[in-house]
């Protein structure tokens, strides 16, 4: 019997940046999904019980076949595993997690960082190079669930180490330790109340507007473009570049204002990125500005939307004593996934 955990995710900065070979620095969250495996109750099948949704699912170990929902992740873990030459064995997986989905905390990665650990442990299969099994992951949302992601939120879930951000460069996928010395400042999450999905948002739309930018601009990613290259542009590519060019100086000067403990600066970027997200990058949405709105005037030293956008939830930096606004989730930060 083994037991895998992994966390949800919060990226302080660097939104949008990740598919375009840029910058980005999220943290682990204690939050996270539990998947323990054990011995198989059928020959050859892989018998699955989500806790939390009281639901089953029982499927062949060689051929795990399409399904929707939940029950996608676990096929796709299944089948992306063996596709990359892991040895799996038939097993009886429990899940249960506490990432509140839908709200920009990454359940998903979680879900299927988690289910891919405890896969590999119960065949008695080392963990291997992370980054591996982050692109692994990716796989599995990419080809199973129908939702295209970066590979923001399987490095951290995988790659961060507790009471550190991470800074990532996605162009190399160097991940480097930033640490969060929060003192009595509190990073919460707090519902926009407008649900989001990734797979019908215009985040698809977003990453092919930036693939188009490229290609006017002859280059490579985004990574490579400057605030003139994206005055060249017709609109609204203009706008898109520059959010993600101005993003990627964003990341690195909040990665200094971390390191000097200047956590006032630290809002003023998150404020930035917020603004830049709204009016370059266009992914907000009026009850998410509402909501945003709501957490400055309530004394947030910053706040933005996070995650894919067009609803979801927005992250706020709270001064040191400044009470918990209604309904938000105080984001602490945990340890990356492993087994327990
Ligand atoms: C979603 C995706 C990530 C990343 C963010 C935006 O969370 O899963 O890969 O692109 O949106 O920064």
Redesign the pocket.
């Known amino acids: 019997m083994v037991t895998a955990f992994a966390p949800g995710r919060v ?1 302080l900065i ?6 375009n070979d840029g910058l ?1 620095l999220p943290f682990a969250i204690t939050a996270g999904v539990t998947v323990a495996a054990g011995p198989p109750a059928r020959p050859d099948t892989v018998t699955v019980r989500a806790s939390d949704l009281h639901q089953r699912d029982s499927f062949s170990l060689v051929d795990p076949g399409r399904a929707r929902g939940w029950r996608a992740f676990v096929r796709g873990a299944v089948a992306e595993l063996q596709r990359a030459g892991h040895a799996l064995t038939a097993t009886d997986l429990t899940i249960s997690g506490d990432v509140p989905r839908g709200r ?1 905390l ?1 359940s ?2 979680a879900l299927e960082v988690s289910l891919c650990l405890a896969l590999l442990g119960v065949a008695g299969l080392p963990i291997g190079d992370r980054v591996a099994l982050a692109r692994i992951c ?1 796989r599995i ?1 990419r080809e199973w669930v129908g ?8 490095l951290a879930s995988l790659q961060s180490s507790e009471d550190n951000a991470l800074r990532i460069d996605f162009r190399t996928l160097e991940c480097r330790d930033v640490p969060l010395r929060l003192g009595h400042h509190r990073f919460v999450a707090v519902d926009s109340g407008e649900a989001r999905s ?1 797979q019908s948002s215009g ?1 698809n739309t977003r990453r092919e507007e930036c693939a188009e930018a490229c290609r006017l601009l002859g280059i490579e990613s985004l990574r490579d473009a400057t605030v003139a290259d994206a005055a060249s542009l017709p609109a609204p590519l203009n706008r898109r570049v520059r959010h993600v060019v101005y993003e990627n100086v964003r990341v690195d000067v909040a990665v200094a204002a971390l390191i000097a403990g200047d956590m006032d600066h630290l809002g003023e970027l998150i404020n930035a990125s917020h603004a830049s997200l709204r009016d370059d990058y266009e992914i907000s949405t009026p009850a998410v500005d509402a909501t945003v709105a709501r957490l400055r005037e309530h004394g947030a030293l910053g706040a933005r939307i ?4 067009f609803g979801g939830s927005v992250l706020a930096l709270l001064a040191p004593g400044a009470p918990l606004p209604n309904g938000a989730i105080e984001l602490i930060p945990g340890p990356p996934a492993g087994l327990i």
């Open positions: 990226n660097g939104e949008h940046t990740d598919y980005a920009g990454s998903s990665a990716s949302e939702a295209q992601t970066g590979l923001l939120d399987q990734l985040y996070v995650g894919g956008g």
